[in-house]
Nanobody
Framework: QVQFVESGGGLVQPGGSLRLSCAVS????????MAWYRQAPGDQRDLVAT???????IYQGSVKGRFTIDRDNTKNTLHLQLDSLEPEDTAIYYC?????????WGRGTQVTVSS
């Protein structure tokens, strides 16, 4: 059974940084394009950053230049480095395949940006 376990979130001041991790169980990680998503209160879940099996990355407009996605296929782990955080980045962050829909969502990790 495939599970996504996100970690690394927290409370940070504007301009701060966090590094999120996603541990993926099951032997599927290296076979799928992956992505980070986020959902702010009252909003739909949105795509933030994607990474292909070979490591090509794409970022949503508002995070471009501030967030960095990377993957370690030997450890079945996905990461998201969040720099220059803004209050608008406050959300629950999730990882999943890209596109999603094949495997259930994890619980996510809460990122709160506030002074």
């Amino acid at each position: 059974q495939v599970q996504f376990v996100e970690s690394g979130g927290g409370l940070v001041q504007p301009g701060g940084s966090l590094r999120l991790s996603c541990a993926v169980s099951g032997s599927i990680f290296s076979e799928y394009h992956m992505a980070w998503y986020r959902q702010a209160p009252g909003d739909q879940r949105d795509l933030v950053a994607t990474i292909t099996i070979r490591g090509t990355t794409i970022y949503q407009g508002s995070v471009k230049g501030r967030f960095t996605i990377d993957r370690d296929n030997t450890k079945n782990t996905l990461h998201l480095q969040l720099d220059s955080l803004e209050p608008e980045d406050t959300a629950i962050y999730y990882c999943n395949t890209n596109p999603s829909g094949t495997f259930p969502w994890g619980r996510g990790t809460q990122v709160t940006v506030s002074s």
